[in-house]
């Protein structure tokens, strides 16, 4: 009984703007309607705060599930590069940055997930996301590497003589 | 403790055995049928290529496999980017600020062309089969050192000029050298031909070593005594046809030999695959004629031993045929 009650106050709510109109037809009225209307602003307003709580409640957990935008710049001593790759570690979510060195991550992310960045003749970089700075900008490090070629030749040896 | 020492002797010896026959039980074909499905794929998303060179593929071994079959078959060498980058070296030799500085330069150059026009030097090949690799989550290294041609026979002072790469399968490190593994480039016509040899794929170190000298010589992957730089200058000239034929190179151990007249030479090499011995010859040029000899020949599970005897006083090139390639190259003085 307790339960149904609640229900159809809410019902009578509703209605309630008529009765107040029509008061002479009161006694063509069945239950719920003909309950006081004191009662039924309290259970109303109550109902209101559940359904209010739960709400909220279920917002705040769907920004849990669905994290924060992240977004940035990737840069080298010289300024943005582009075609960076940007992976979410241990998943195959990726994009890349453009000519800008800017990048929005396509999914939205949770504190502590790690993005890899990686291109190549750079140190690969892992930035560990922080849901209060969801702008990153990443300075990548060059390789210290030595640029060499050697050929490959499958032309004969042929010393040379002296005359 | 004698059986101690010997299985300690067996265990390094098979150490020293890193090499393509580990795997001999994999079969490359699917691999490599990926390799060459994405073929041209641009190399703007690394990873999506990465991932698509894995489809299907279960080991690492294959998954390598993949990356490196399509580097080789994808990266053309950039001769025009090898001239200067050797004549700017070759400049700056004395003086590393500036050499730095020509590097730095120079490297954004290289993975620009690389991205863009896929070309590249050795560095970018190395690099390129290391980036791939670490995208398939593959321990891989770039390794740097000495590349010894029949065009660039190395000295002493030399600086480094060559780049390759070290993988680590099943943790154990093997060696590759994708750039000349893809193909040769003609110095005259300055056209560069994709050929892939299969050779410089996780290649026995002992051979490797013959014209790969790193800088770190760890990366010799040689357990207990390893070869000295020295030794590594004085060694046999090898040709990639070495690569798809030898599996180890015995004798003559160095490149230039001094001998008496009439003295019988003995070269003795390890071979991959059985080989016809009517194929196997010598040519010898004295510097105005040469001419091809079949010397004594003795195949015995595919261990080749030549026999060869110098009549006459002068100074040779002998090259080791097989069929119509050279395999390798020495030169004898032969004195009265």
Known sequence: MKTTKPMSQKKNGLKKPETEKKPLMKKNYHWPFDLDTQSAKKTISFLSIIVMTFFFSSNLLAQNNTGTEVKGIVSDENGPVDQVTITLKGTDTRTITDKKGMFTFPQALKENDVLVFSHLGYHTQEIKIDKNAPFIEVELASETVQMLGALQSDKPYKSKRKK | ?336
């Not at chain 2, 026999?307 to 390798?328: R, T, W």
Request: with cysteine; net charge neutral; glycine share 4%.
């Open chain 2, 1 to 336: 403790m004698k059986q101690l020492l010997y299985s300690c002797i067996f265990l390094i010896a098979c150490q020293i055995q890193a090499q393509q026959s580990d795997f001999k039980h994999i079969d490359f074909r699917k691999a490599d049928s990926l390799a060459l499905a994405y073929k041209g794929t641009d190399l703007y998303d690394l990873q999506e290529l990465t991932n698509n060179l894995s489809t299907g593929l279960t080991t690492d071994v294959e998954r390598f496999r993949a990356i490196y079959m399509w580097v080789c078959t994808n990266i053309k060498n950039d001769y025009n980017l090898y001239l200067k980058n050797k004549r700017k070296r070759q400049r700056f030799k004395a003086d590393s600020l500036k050499t730095q500085n020509w590097n730095n330069r120079l490297k954004k150059d290289v993975f620009r062309k690389l991205i863009k026009d896929k070309k590249t030097i050795c560095t970018g090949y190395a690099f390129m089969v290391q980036q791939l690799a670490s995208l398939a989550n593959i321990p891989c290294e770039i390794v740097h050192g000495y590349g010894k041609t029949s065009t660039n026979l190395l000295h002493e002072s030399d600086m480094p000029n060559h780049t390759w790469n070290a993988v680590k399968l099943n943790d154990k490190w093997y060696l590759c050298d994708p750039t000349w593994a893809s193909g040769i480039q003609n110095a005259e016509t300055l056209t560069f031909t994709f050929d892939y040899n299969d050779g410089y794929f996780l290649t026995n170190p002992e051979l490797f070593v013959l014209n790969h000298y790193p800088m770190d010589t760890k990366w010799l992957l040689f357990e207990g005594t390893t070869p000295a730089f020295r030794d590594f200058l004085e060694a046999p000239l090898l040709y990639g046809n070495a690569y798809k034929t030898l599996e180890t190179h015995h004798a003559p151990k160095r490149f230039h030999n001094t001998v008496k007249k009439h003295e019988t030479v003995s070269f003795t090499y390890q071979l991959q695959k059985p080989v016809s011995d009517n194929t196997i010859s010598l040519i010898i040029d004295n510097g105005t004629s040469d001419r091809h000899v079949s010397p004594t020949t003795k195949i015995i599970n595919q261990n080749l031993t030549l026999e060869y005897q110098f009549n006459a006083v002068g100074f040779y090139d002998v090259h080791l045929m097989i069929g119509e390639e050279y395999i390798s190259t020495y030169t004898f003085e032969v004195k009265g």
